[in-house]
């Protein structure tokens, strides 16, 4: 069982997005606290459109939340 739980994340643009929750819970549970932010990773819920990336999860000990986000072609540090 992974140290990170995924509350919830999404890719999105202005127009359109996915719920990439499950997607990074697999990430993380694969030992990846670095997760890539791009189509590669997520798809494409808007092409031609600039994205960005909200999560939000909990460590192992549960007591306190943590929010983050990103755009497009970078990578967010979860640790």
């Keep these: 069982m992974s140290a990170i739980n995924i509350v919830k994340a999404a890719y999105a643009s202005e127009n359109n997005g996915f719920d990439v929750t499950a997607k990074c819970q697999e990430l993380v549970n694969n030992g990846n606290d670095d997760i890539p932010v791009n ?17 939000l999860y909990v460590t192992d000990k549960r007591t306190v939340g943590h929010a983050k986000g990103c755009g497009e072609g ?6």
């Excluded at 997520?42 to 600039?50: C, K, Q």
């Excluded at 970078?74 to 640790?79: A, G, I, P, R």
Aim: glycine content about 8%.
């Design 74 to 79: 970078t990578s967010l540090d979860l640790v």
């Design 39 to 55: 189509n590669n990773t997520f798809g494409d819920p808007d092409p031609g459109h600039a994205k960005y990336f909200t999560i």
